[in-house]
């Protein structure tokens, strides 16, 4: 009897077990091919989509430029976004044909511009196509870029999936009437936090308490061992219970027999020590975590006790504390890049201050250099702060955090710019690789192309060159936001 309820027990948890693990499905494309061509929407999504074969897309391409890419080959899918870059061009209908003619055959999905012109220029020449309309997603301060590419991906995901019918998409698409389907907003998954909560490309909705999208601090490594004690927690009490059931159901039908009463009251009795167990590990961990809140390093990140066994955790960054003098103070709106990279480095990992550098000629981030360059100015100072922290004023350093999945860097030079997903002095730098833009969820890229990487990495540490693509990703020096140094250094977004 004893070894019959061991069974029992065991195939219950694998049950459980089971059960937990295959309620997240997951969409794959074992025998598709996928092409992602177009501007920095199509960098940023290419990021985050699973599957991507290649990849054609370049910050701040045009239709007419992207028209002009390499789309040889040939794919069972293909994912197109243009027409942001020059909405009200007389040559836009041509240049969106002259792209889906790249491959005729694909299934293929439009993403739809936040610009009404373009949006309705491109509809037209999608015809049956399916589409995914950026508009149903919250737009960066730009107007142009989606907050948030995991989420537009999603959509886009889905569309991928239902691209070879025509009927009434499933998932919360739509049917135009006049064309194929439109997936928005309805149909694409959140960001899912899982154990991670924080360094993401996007926010999960269902975590109103956490906004997954910020900066790791060590508040969150709390965060992630609460989340694992909970979820131990929530396994071992269905166990336990699930025991004390059917140990009642044993007594209940032992009719008298000593034996199969005594393993009912040794099973429940056993059940409940484990519950107790649970309470005890529980108070031990809120002891420590309490204990831990006291001290200088955790109380800095954000961690406060409310209650006897209660605690609120600070996931705003805490990383900036650092003092920068002249920036515009405050804490700043902070923010990631868009996404797929139209900004420099993904995450922080330069190894300087946040001080500017005022009193050296021979430093590439002295403000007396960057005096003459878009960073000029009133907040040349900041982005003096911002050049020091990102490189420490090394013209040739590379990325230790944007590391692809071949070990190469991604990210070069004063600003720590992404050559995975941006041209560098005309150079095509994102052809260089495979695997998509790196981004903070995303490391797959890998290096296909050795000269062109070299190429683009020489530009890249070449101080004026560098200088000069972080100009453009910062819009001439107003927006900080593509850097992570900005928001450890407390400098507002716009400047």
């Not at 922290?389 to 350093?397: D, F, H, K, L, M």
């Not at 100009?471 to 927006?479: E, F, I, K, M, V």
Request: charged letters at 10%; a positive charge.
């Amino acid at each position: 009897m004893k070894k019959q309820i061991s069974k029992a027990y065991f195939l219950m948890s694998l049950l459980f077990l089971g059960g937990t693990f295959i309620s997240f499905p997951a969409t794959t494309f074992a025998a598709d091919t996928i092409l992602v061509i177009g501007d920095s929407i199509a960098v940023g999504v290419s990021g985050s989509l699973r599957g991507v074969t290649k990849t054609s897309a370049v910050v701040g391409a045009s239709s007419g430029t992207i028209a002009g890419y390499d789309g040889s080959g040939t794919f069972t899918h293909m994912v197109i976004s243009a027409g942001s870059n020059d909405p009200t061009s007389s040559s836009l209908a041509a240049n969106l044909r002259r792209i889906r003619a790249k491959q005729p055959n694909a299934k293929t999905v439009w993403i739809l511009p936040y610009n009404a012109s373009a949006k309705a220029t491109v509809r037209s020449v999608a015809g049956s196509d399916a589409t995914v309309d950026l508009s149903s997603f919250p737009a960066a301060p730009d107007g142009v870029h989606p907050r948030s590419y995991s989420q537009v991906a999603a959509a886009v995901q889905t569309a991928l999936g239902a691209a070879a019918s025509a009927a009434t998409p499933p998932g919360g698409g739509t049917s135009t009437g006049t064309g194929g389907p439109t997936y928005n907003a309805v149909a694409s998954g959140p960001v899912e936090a899982g154990l991670v909560t924080c360094g993401l490309s996007g926010d999960d909705p269902r975590t109103s308490n956490i906004d997954e999208s910020k900066p790791c601090t060590a508040c969150h490594a709390l965060l992630m061992v609460d989340t694992i004690i909970d979820w131990i927690r929530n396994v071992m009490t269905v166990i336990a219970i699930a025991m004390i059931f059917g140990m009642v159901i044993l007594y209940i039908v032992s009719a008298g027999n000593d034996k199969m009463i005594g393993i009912a009251k040794g099973g429940i009795k056993a059940a409940l020590i484990g519950v107790v167990w649970i309470l005890v590990a529980w108070v031990v961990v809120s002891t420590v975590i309490r204990i831990m809140g006291a001290s200088d390093f955790f109380s800095a990140a954000g961690l406060q006790q409310t209650g006897t066994f209660s605690f609120t955790c600070d996931t705003a960054s805490n990383a900036g504390t650092a003092t920068s003098t002249n920036f515009g103070a405050g804490a700043g709106s902070g923010g990631g890049g868009t996404g797929g990279g139209t900004g420099g480095g993904t995450s922080f990992s330069g190894s300087g201050t946040c001080q500017p550098v005022t009193n050296s000629t021979s430093n590439p981030c002295s403000t007396s250099n960057l005096a003459s360059t878009c960073f000029g100015g009133a907040s040349v100072n900041a982005w003096s702060a911002i050049c020091q922290a990102e490189s420490n004023g090394n013209v040739r350093i590379p990325s230790s955090t944007d590391v692809c999945a071949d070990g190469n860097a991604a990210s070069f030079g004063l600003f720590q710019i992404n050559i995975t997903a941006n041209t560098v002095d005309g150079l095509n730098c994102p052809a260089a690789f495979s695997g998509g833009a790196y981004t903070a969820s995303n490391h797959s890229c890998r290096v296909i192309n050795p000269t062109l990487y070299n190429q683009c990495k020489a530009a890249a540490t070449n101080a004026a060159k560098n200088i000069a693509v972080a100009c453009r990703l910062s819009n001439n020096g107003t927006n900080t936001g593509p850097w992570g140094a900005a928001r450890r250094c407390s400098i507002p977004r716009s400047l």
